[in-house]
């Protein structure tokens, strides 16, 4: 199934149980379409709203998908009613610089990265902003989280992988510079490897708890950027790439199993999987958000699951005393691959944010 979205698109998020998929457009608007579980009918938009006055970025599903909410480089955060497209609340200063990515932590959190390196924890349930974190220099690229361990990894502009702490409020480790900008992460292996996509094509493997370098490189995959990562399951990813292809790779062993699809020429922007993985969605630069039917694509020997490697040496995820901490971090003045953006505003009171969610 195609959409034309009629306008760049930034980012994508389905509804967690329902046949929805939400849009976030260079235009400012949040677009709201539903689809059908036969392919053969056309998507349907249900909703559209004019978001934010500069492009909007980020798009993520709140309260059991009751809520949208958005951010965008005007430095707002917008929650936004699925039923009835009305603003529920509206943070105009959530941060001091363009916002880039949000992402859920647990039913009651979310996160959101900016163009400074600034990743910033909002509470619904205290309705404010619980953690803050100077992570890096340049733009954080992708966020994801380690439920059980509570921290927060986040790729950077700046070339390094971050740990933030949510208990302790710190961030407790970080990368040493790798040779391009990282731009996308997911946990792997019952969170005991962290992988990594670079610009240059090359995937990054660093092992839980000893975060300055990588343990191990994929350099097969691609001579073009990884863009995007989504974890199907422990052994098996899917990469969206700068040549707008779509792979199903394994890790450890790391081989690229299959292609999956061919976007268009153009670099594939985001990936996401439907609320039962029935769809795999994307989009890139030719305003086109494509759906497409995993149970088809996935299916053959070829795709079966890998054993699960053996991996040596690791550390584990409580165990605080050994995990690689630098305190002295350096910094970076890459940025090549972040988003168009206007000046950033300042800090405004962020306590009443979610006080009518």
């Not at 608007?29 to 036969?38: G, P």
Request: net charge negative; with cysteine.
């Amino acid at each position: 199934m195609e959409i034309n979205l009629g306008s760049h698109a930034f980012d994508i998020d389905f509804h967690p149980s329902d046949n929805l998929v939400a849009t976030a457009l260079i235009d400012g608007n949040l677009h709201l379409y539903r689809y059908s579980d036969n392919s053969d009918n056309n998507p349907v938009r249900v909703l559209e709203v004019h978001a934010h006055t500069e492009s909007c970025r980020a798009a993520r599903f709140i309260n059991g998908g009751r809520g949208l909410l958005t951010g965008s480089p005007d430095c707002s955060i917008l929650a936004t009613d699925v039923e009835t497209g009305s603003a529920i609340a509206r943070l105009d200063n959530a941060h001091d610089a363009p916002i880039n990515r949000l992402i859920n932590l647990t039913e009651s959190t979310v996160a959101s990265g900016d163009d400074e390196g600034c990743i910033k924890v909002w509470d619904i349930r205290e309705r404010s902003c619980c953690n803050s974190f100077e992570a890096h220099e340049e733009y954080i690229s992708d966020m994801t989280f380690a439920s059980d361990a509570m921290k927060l990894l986040a790729t950077s502009g700046d070339g390094t992988l971050s740990v933030c702490n949510l208990r302790q409020n710190k961030v407790q480790a970080q990368s040493e510079f790798s040779e391009d900008e990282l731009l996308s992460v997911v946990l792997m292996k019952n969170g005991r490897k962290v992988v990594c996509g670079s610009q240059n094509g090359i995937l990054l493997l660093y092992s839980w708890g000893c975060f300055k370098d990588c343990s191990d490189r994929f350099v097969d995959l691609s001579s073009n950027s990884i863009d995007t990562m989504l974890k199907l399951d422990e052994d098996r990813i899917i990469t969206g790439s700068e040549n707008g292809m779509i792979n199903l790779v394994g890790i450890l062993p790391n081989r690229i199993i299959q292609p999956i699809a061919e976007h268009s020429e153009y670099p594939v922007e985001c990936l996401a999987f439907s609320h039962n993985k029935k769809f795999l969605g994307s989009i890139a630069h030719d305003q086109i958000l494509k759906l497409w039917d995993l149970d088809n694509i996935l299916q053959g020997p070829s795709t079966q699951r890998n054993e699960t490697a053996v991996i040596g040496n690791e550390v584990d995820s409580d165990n605080e005393d050994e995990m690689d901490v630098d305190n002295n971090r350096s910094k970076s003045s890459k940025g090549k691959k972040r988003k168009n953006a206007s000046n950033g505003h300042n800090v405004g009171h962020s306590n009443s944010f979610y006080a009518d969610l």
